[in-house]
């Protein structure tokens, strides 16, 4: 009798009160195959993979995972898997060897087979050397590492990862697929929620998940079928037009179905099979026009609807402003206790600048804000902001800059309307001052018609949308976004960057986070941060060039690169 | 349960708890700051009651009766007046809690062995003082100015606690609330920190059973709170000097019983909520609170209404409360706390069901 097959589920659904948040969905894993299940923050992923753990259970169906029911039998499939979730898998106090030694003797593992199978996951995960240290005090791609190596400590036979890569620094991501390549040659087989098209092209076998709702199952070749053919990108080339007229001739072309704006090109989605010379022959002469590789993103925004991504935004006036009033920052440290939080930064950014400040999780990157909007206290070096010196939080200082935080920090028990009313009075705007700040920044960010009901109960795009206009309304000279687009959908997001390429191109110098790498395409130059120091800073065809890569080499490729030289990942932790 | 995976469960906990000092320093500190306060601050004994004294007579007779209040030990003389309204004013202020008012002509009604009235004014504001000193004040007069002769003597006897010192009361009954008080909050929050944290969902995706995930949380806090008992009995014998006239290994016997419970209902309580401030919370309120009110710390149960005296079984720290002041005040035995032990082991064991029974090992 061949063993049973690794995940059987049939009509496998879950809902949380009357929200559904996994329509009945049949699935079945073969062995050895390795799965990616895809989609956009509240797709489902993580309920879906805690099913099929056997950590959840189903409101309607069921799932047989190596022949166990995950219902009745949850302890039998535990014993046999391996789950790791997206969060906080380590207990803190312990050390990398208490941790994986914990996670052997729960699991049932013989001791004998424990020294043999520790000695090998810590060798192929690089944390060998650091078996004494306490969880707590790795960095962020090693704790990810150790997360992997507790779940394969007793040799599971189906392993679930809830987005392994994400906040993660790439070469520690690229570590932890070297190592799970390497167990898949053992057989093992592999359910793998990702955001990460790389990752995605590891797997043999895609869910497409939306709503609930697997939109598509198969390949990535074949997932990425409906958009072969339809995605390029244009610039002007030498018509010496601007983006914004280009995209105003689009908007006109009825096959367009949706444009994201780059800094220097525009890239289109068509909702009908076009041959790249028609397309040409609507455009201007002169312009560039280019077939380009589909990514997943552009499936999402197959589906929803055109004119979602059409909304007209003013041309805001360009605001001269003197040189060097956007940031200058020098040398600058934040520690807490003996933590550098932030460690020796220095970088520049002229007014009118849309940077990015990229670095995984616990990088330094909130910190760094909050040093610069004077919300934590600067504890070596300095910083200028809009020409004044940041630090002690002064009032003349919190006037010249907008500050949109992670969690956009708005007031969910109010409309949107009460909350920017709110936001403008707390910015000393009152009677006509107020309204005609409100109306302003409700037009530059496509606001104008806003449904007036609780800010809690808005879609997350418009709740983002909404942060970013309460904290426009005494229009600041330097704004900073930290992690604006998490949570966001990919329509929803090209909205987002392109009122903010409007909002750099007003004169307006922004400062944006995100752990999201390729969301560096949008921005001018790129600082890169690692454990509380930034690694490179610049433009990224010039980071490219001096780190030796090819123009073509992607952030992630640039980063990992950055890494590699600074030699950060691993010696920096071995120090006092 | 297999052995190797609660040992393992056990050398981790014991592991985060050692290496976690602020959770240490307050399982040491919090509990001795507790057992000072209280015992120096819950003093049931009424001395030095302020007396106002309005002597219209004012005659060696009624200046003898003046300085008899201010001899004795519950009484301190605070003023005289020949003024009716300085008296009343004084009660009103709280600068006196009693007055006496002492009639002209009672050295003459004295003399002439006749009846003499004398009023004593009490503050019934809080009827406990009111109504000892009142009583005192009595004895007082009844001596005055020589005791009278009846009949019938009243012979008084105290038993258990003969100088009637409120401390060898307050000292036992602190040790049933002091461990109500902290090992819930410690435990309580030692579950719902993984569920915080998110490191639960490894032990509900691991073959750990509930009953291995509670009974390895148990036996490393139970410890530390076996640990706080001890530290708090020791130093409340020594410093507080209150007698132990039972057998100190049954009051460690039982304390131990009771650690346990206590223990429990952290876990049972950590394992309904999702949040440490729930946790916290809800510990408050179903631990530290009835300990107070429904134990017999300091209201006797049984002056309670029917009702509320049933509600009171529901809180154990009443249980080790009799437990505990029956073998420290009245050196009972086995035998007699055996009943009040018993409730215990079934509270315990109820509560370890009920926790292990709603650790259901899924996310949502």
Request: with cysteine.
């Given at each position: 009798?061949?063993?049973?097959?690794?995940?059987?589920?049939?009509?496998?659904?879950?809902?949380?009160g009357?929200?559904?948040?996994?329509?009945?969905?049949?699935?079945?894993?073969?062995?050895?195959?390795?799965?990616?299940?895809?989609?956009?923050?509240?797709?489902?992923?993580?309920?879906?993979?805690?099913?099929?753990?056997?950590?959840l259970?189903?409101?309607?169906?069921?799932?047989?995972?190596?022949?166990?029911?995950?219902?009745?039998?949850?302890?039998?499939?535990?014993?046999?898997?391996?789950?790791?979730?997206?969060?906080?898998?380590?207990?803190?106090?312990l050390?990398?060897?208490?941790?994986?030694?914990?996670?052997?003797?729960?699991?049932?593992?013989?001791?004998?087979?424990?020294?043999?199978?520790?000695?090998?996951?810590?060798?192929?995960?690089?944390?060998?050397?650091f078996?004494?240290?306490?969880?707590?005090?790795?960095?962020?791609?090693?704790?990810?590492?150790?997360?992997?190596?507790?779940?394969l400590?007793?040799?599971?036979?189906?392993?679930?990862?809830?987005?392994?890569?994400?906040?993660?620094?790439?070469?520690?991501?690229?570590?932890?697929?070297?190592?799970?390549?390497?167990?898949?040659?053992?057989?093992?087989?592999?359910?793998?929620?990702?955001?990460?098209?790389?990752?995605a092209?590891?797997?043999?076998?895609?869910?497409l998940?939306?709503?609930?709702?697997?939109?598509?199952?198969?390949?990535?070749?074949?997932?990425?079928?409906?958009?072969?053919?339809?995605?390029?990108?244009?610039?002007?080339?030498?018509?010496?037009?601007?983006?914004?007229?280009?995209?105003?001739?689009?908007?006109?072309?009825?096959?367009v179905?949706?444009?994201?704006?780059?800094?220097?090109h525009?890239?289109?989605?068509?909702?009908?099979?076009?041959?790249?010379?028609?397309?040409?022959?609507?455009?201007?002469?002169?312009t560039?026009l280019?077939?380009?590789?589909?990514?997943?993103?552009?499936?999402?925004?197959?589906?929803?609807?055109?004119?979602?991504?059409?909304?007209?935004?003013?041309?805001?006036?360009?605001?001269?402003?003197?040189?060097?009033?956007?940031?200058?920052?020098?040398?600058?440290?934040?520690?807490?206790?003996?933590?550098?939080?932030?460690?020796?930064?220095?970088?520049?950014?002229?007014?009118?600048?849309?940077?990015?400040?990229?670095?995984?999780?616990?990088?330094?990157?909130?910190?760094?804000?909050?040093?610069?909007?004077?919300?934590?206290?600067?504890?070596?070096?300095?910083?200028?902001?809009?020409?004044?010196?940041?630090?002690?939080?002064?009032?003349?200082?919190?006037?010249?800059?907008?500050?949109m935080?992670?969690?956009?920090?708005?007031?969910?028990?109010?409309?949107?309307?009460?909350?920017?009313?709110?936001?403008?009075?707390?910015?000393?705007?009152?009677g006509?001052?107020?309204?005609?700040?409100?109306?302003?920044?409700?037009?530059?960010?496509g606001?104008?018609?806003?449904p007036?009901?609780?800010?809690?109960?808005?879609?997350?795009?418009?709740?983002?949308?909404?942060?970013?206009?309460?904290?426009?309304?005494?229009?600041?000279?330097?704004?900073?976004?930290?992690?604006?687009?998490?949570?966001?959908?990919?329509?929803?997001?090209?909205?987002?960057?392109?009122?903010?390429?409007?909002?750099?191109?007003?004169?307006?110098?922004?400062?944006?986070?995100?752990?999201?790498?390729?969301?560096?395409?949008?921005?001018?130059?790129?600082?890169?941060?690692?454990?509380?120091?930034?690694?490179?800073?610049?433009?990224?065809?010039?980071?490219n060039?001096?780190?030796?890569?090819?123009?073509?080499?992607?952030?992630?490729?640039?980063?990992?690169a950055?890494?590699?030289?600074?030699?950060?990942?691993?010696?920096?932790?071995?120090?006092? | 349960?297999?052995?190797?995976?609660?040992?393992?469960?056990?050398?981790?906990?014991?592991?985060?708890?050692?290496?976690?000092?602020?959770?240490?320093?307050?399982?040491?500190?919090?509990?001795?700051?507790?057992?000072?306060?209280?015992?120096?601050?819950?003093?049931?004994?009424v001395e030095?009651?302020?007396?106002?004294?309005?002597?219209?007579?004012?005659?060696?007779a009624?200046?003898?009766?003046?300085?008899?209040?201010?001899?004795?030990?519950?009484?301190?003389?605070?003023?005289?007046?020949?003024?009716?309204?300085?008296?009343?004013s004084?009660?009103?202020?709280?600068?006196?809690?009693?007055?006496?008012?002492?009639?002209?002509?009672?050295?003459?009604?004295?003399?002439?062995?006749?009846?003499?009235?004398?009023?004593?004014?009490?503050?019934?504001?809080?009827?406990v003082?009111?109504?000892?000193?009142?009583?005192?004040?009595?004895?007082?007069?009844?001596?005055?100015?020589?005791?009278?002769?009846?009949?019938?003597?009243?012979?008084?006897?105290?038993?258990?606690?003969?100088?009637?010192?409120?401390?060898?009361?307050?000292?036992?009954?602190?040790?049933?609330?002091?461990?109500?008080?902290?090992?819930?909050?410690?435990?309580?929050?030692?579950?719902?920190?993984?569920?915080?944290?998110?490191?639960?969902?490894?032990?509900?995706?691991?073959?750990?059973?509930?009953?291995?995930?509670?009974?390895g949380?148990?036996?490393p806090?139970?410890?530390?709170?076996?640990?706080?008992i001890?530290?708090?009995?020791?130093?409340?014998?020594?410093?507080?000097?209150?007698?132990?006239?039972?057998?100190?290994?049954?009051?460690?016997?039982?304390?131990?019983?009771?650690?346990?419970?206590?223990?429990?209902?952290?876990?049972?309580?950590?394992?309904?909520?999702?949040?440490?401030l729930?946790?916290?919370?809800?510990?408050?309120?179903?631990?530290?609170?009835?300990?107070?009110?429904?134990?017999?710390?300091?209201?006797?149960?049984?002056?309670?209404p029917?009702?509320?005296?049933?509600?009171?079984?529901?809180?154990?720290?009443?249980?080790?409360?009799?437990?505990?002041?029956?073998?420290?005040?009245?050196?009972?035995?086995?035998?007699?706390?055996?009943?009040?032990?018993?409730?215990?082991?079934?509270?315990?064991?109820?509560?370890?069901?009920?926790?292990?029974?709603?650790?259901?090992?899924?996310?949502?």
């Open positions: 009798m061949s063993s049973p097959e690794p995940i059987v589920a049939k009509g496998l659904g879950r809902q949380f009357d929200n559904v948040v996994i329509e009945p969905l049949d699935v079945s894993v073969d062995r050895g195959q390795r799965v990616g299940i895809v989609g956009a923050d509240g797709a489902g992923k993580t309920t879906l993979l805690q099913m099929l753990a056997g950590i259970d189903p409101t309607v169906g069921e799932c047989r995972v190596l022949g166990f029911d995950t219902r009745r039998e949850a302890k039998q499939v535990a014993a046999r898997i391996g789950y790791m979730s997206q969060g906080f898998t380590l207990y803190d106090r050390s990398v060897k208490e941790n994986l030694s914990f996670a052997a003797r729960i699991r049932d593992v013989p001791d004998e087979l424990y020294r043999e199978r520790s000695e090998r996951l810590l060798s192929m995960s690089g944390l060998g050397r078996t004494d240290r306490p969880a707590a005090k790795l960095s962020g791609g090693m704790r990810k590492k150790l997360s992997l190596c507790t779940n400590v007793h040799e599971p036979e189906l392993l679930i990862l809830d987005e392994p890569g994400l906040g993660v620094d790439p070469l520690s991501r690229r570590h932890l697929w070297t190592m799970l390549d390497r167990f898949r040659s053992q057989g093992l087989t592999m359910v793998v929620a990702t955001s990460y098209m790389d990752e092209e590891r797997c043999d076998r895609i869910l998940l939306e709503q609930g709702r697997v939109l598509a199952d198969g390949s990535l070749e074949e997932l990425l079928r409906p958009a072969a053919g339809r995605v390029f990108t244009v610039n002007a080339g030498d018509t010496g037009r601007g983006l914004r007229e280009l995209s105003g001739i689009l908007a006109q072309i009825d096959s179905h949706s444009v994201q704006w780059l800094p220097d525009l890239r289109l989605v068509m909702n009908a099979d076009i041959a790249e010379n028609q397309l040409a022959e609507l455009l201007p002469e002169g560039h280019a077939a380009a590789e589909p990514r997943l993103e552009d499936l999402f925004v197959l589906r929803t609807d055109r004119r979602a991504g059409e909304q007209q935004f003013p041309e805001l006036a360009r605001q001269d402003r003197g040189k060097g009033e956007g940031l200058a920052v020098k040398g600058l440290s934040v520690h807490f206790g003996h933590f550098k939080a932030v460690d020796r930064v220095s970088f520049d950014a002229p007014s009118g600048e849309l940077l990015a400040l990229l670095g995984p999780n616990g990088a330094g990157k909130t910190t760094l804000i909050r040093a610069l909007c004077g919300l934590v206290t600067i504890d070596e070096g300095s910083a200028e902001v809009a020409g004044l010196s940041s630090g002690g939080g002064s009032a003349a200082l919190r006037r010249q800059i907008g500050y935080s992670q969690r956009f920090s708005l007031y969910l028990e109010l409309t949107p309307r009460e909350n920017l009313r709110f936001f403008a009075n707390a910015y000393g705007l009152a006509g001052a107020a309204r005609a700040a409100i109306d302003w920044a409700r037009e530059v960010t606001l104008t018609d806003i007036d009901k609780l800010t809690g109960d808005l879609s997350s795009a418009l709740r983002q949308r909404l942060a970013l206009a309460c904290s426009l309304l005494h229009r600041p000279r330097v704004l900073f976004l930290d992690e604006p687009t998490s949570g966001v959908d990919p329509v929803a997001r090209y909205l987002f960057w392109r009122v903010i390429r409007e909002l750099a191109a007003s004169g307006m110098t922004v400062l944006v986070t995100t752990h999201y790498l390729e969301e560096a395409a949008y921005c001018d130059r790129l600082a890169l941060m690692l454990d509380g120091r930034l690694l490179a800073h610049g433009s990224r065809s010039s980071l060039h001096s780190l030796g890569l090819e123009a073509v080499a992607t952030v992630e490729m640039l980063f990992t950055a890494i590699e030289q600074a030699g950060t990942a691993n010696s920096r932790a071995l120090g006092p | 349960m297999k052995a190797h995976r609660l040992g393992a469960l056990i050398v981790k906990e014991s592991r985060e708890l050692i290496r976690d000092p602020v959770t240490i320093a307050l399982a040491v500190i919090m509990p001795l700051i507790m057992l000072f306060l209280f015992g120096y601050a819950v003093n049931l004994d030095q009651v302020a007396v106002g004294i309005y002597d219209l007579d004012n005659t060696p009624s200046r003898d009766l003046s300085a008899r209040f201010d001899s004795s030990r519950y009484f301190q003389l605070e003023q005289k007046t020949t003024d009716l309204r300085d008296l009343e004084a009660l009103q202020s709280s600068t006196i809690s009693m007055g006496v008012v002492i009639p002209a002509g009672l050295a003459r009604q004295l003399l002439r062995g006749d009846e003499a009235p004398v009023q004593v004014i009490v503050d019934g504001g809080y009827p003082l009111g109504r000892l000193a009142s009583a005192y004040a009595e004895a007082v007069i009844a001596n005055f100015p020589a005791p009278r002769q009846s009949a019938v003597r009243v012979q008084a006897r105290v038993w258990f606690n003969p100088s009637l010192r409120s401390v060898n009361f307050v000292i036992p009954g602190l040790f049933a609330v002091i461990l109500m008080a902290f090992p819930p909050l410690l435990t309580a929050l030692a579950i719902v920190r993984e569920k915080e944290t998110g490191t639960i969902e490894q032990i509900y995706a691991s073959p750990v059973t509930s009953t291995e995930f509670v009974v949380k148990l036996v806090y139970g410890l530390v709170a076996f640990l706080e001890l530290m708090v009995m020791v130093v409340g014998f020594a410093w507080f000097q209150v007698p132990i006239a039972g057998s100190p290994i049954l009051l460690l016997t039982s304390a131990f019983v009771y650690v346990l419970t206590t223990v429990g209902i952290g876990l049972l309580v950590s394992s309904l909520v999702r949040t440490q729930a946790a916290m919370l809800i510990t408050l309120i179903v631990t530290l609170m009835p300990s107070f009110l429904f134990s017999g710390f300091l209201f006797p149960l049984f002056t309670m029917l009702a509320l005296q049933l509600y009171s079984w529901l809180f154990p720290a009443g249980y080790f409360m009799e437990i505990s002041r029956g073998i420290v005040l009245k050196s009972a035995g086995l035998e007699a706390v055996l009943p009040n032990l018993m409730m215990l082991i079934v509270y315990t064991v109820l509560v370890f069901v009920f926790a292990a029974w709603r650790m259901k090992q899924k996310v949502a």
